[in-house]
């Protein structure tokens, strides 16, 4: 069977998660570099269910990013060993697991990044509501969001495109 660049358990996968995981962290610290970010009803907001319930929701982008993170780097392990052992892990069931997360995952971060960078946009066009400083890190985090969600998702369509052959 041919090496699919970019599938699991190769050099490029590994460049790929590794990215990915650079790209996350970059993007929830400069989203929580400024410690004032929850003070926008956008980022973050209480709703009240009934008489003394609240839920409280935090910022959506860096949610996802506490679950990208994890996942990102549990397969930069896992894509380190097969490329340093030479034992490529390729069992259709695994790779539909890795697969299948990576799709959500990527889905997520597209719809996090896209409303962190819209509610930017409009806390912008809005003059007073953010000043630029924080609204620009706001923006780098957003654009963080992006490459790591373009990352995960090519490395989600390797795989894919690997499924069949197995």
Same mark, same amino acid.
């Given at each position: 069977?041919?090496?699919?660049?970019?599938a699991f358990g190769t050099s490029a996968s590994? $460049?790929?998660?590794?990215?990915?995981?650079?790209? %996350?962290?970059? %993007?929830?610290?400069?989203? =929580?570099?400024? !410690?004032?970010?929850?003070?926008?009803?956008?980022?973050?907001?209480?709703?009240?269910?009934?008489?003394?319930?609240?839920? #409280?929701?935090?910022?959506?982008? #860096?949610? #996802?990013?506490?679950? !990208?993170?994890?996942?990102?780097?549990?397969?930069?392990?896992?894509?380190?060993?097969? !490329?340093?052992?030479? =034992?490529?892990?390729?069992?259709?069931?695994?790779?539909? #697991?890795i697969i299948v997360g990576d799709l959500v995952l990527s889905f997520l971060?597209?719809?996090?990044? %896209?409303?962190?960078?819209? !509610?930017?946009?409009?806390?912008?066009? $809005?003059?007073?509501? =953010?000043?630029?400083?924080? =609204?620009?890190?706001?923006?780098?985090? $957003?654009?963080?969001?992006?490459?790591?969600?373009?990352?995960?998702?090519?490395?989600?369509?390797?795989?894919?495109?690997?499924?069949?052959?197995?």
């Amino acid at each position: 069977m041919d090496e699919l660049p970019g599938a699991f358990g190769t050099s490029a996968s590994l $460049a790929l998660r590794f990215g990915q995981t650079i790209f %996350s962290l970059a %993007s929830i610290f400069f989203m =929580c570099l400024d !410690v004032a970010f929850f003070t926008y009803t956008s980022f973050w907001s209480q709703i009240g269910y009934g008489i003394q319930f609240k839920l #409280v929701l935090r910022c959506f982008l #860096v949610t #996802v990013m506490g679950l !990208v993170i994890p996942w990102s780097i549990t397969l930069i392990v896992v894509d380190a060993y097969s !490329v340093f052992i030479k =034992c490529l892990p390729r069992q259709p069931k695994i790779l539909l #697991v890795i697969i299948v997360g990576d799709l959500v995952l990527s889905f997520l971060l597209l719809a996090a990044a %896209s409303s962190t960078a819209s !509610v930017t946009t409009v806390l912008l066009a $809005a003059k007073g509501y =953010c000043t630029a400083k924080p =609204c620009s890190r706001y923006q780098l985090s $957003a654009a963080m969001a992006f490459f790591s969600w373009f990352l995960s998702l090519a490395s989600s369509l390797f795989n894919l495109w690997l499924l069949p052959s197995l």
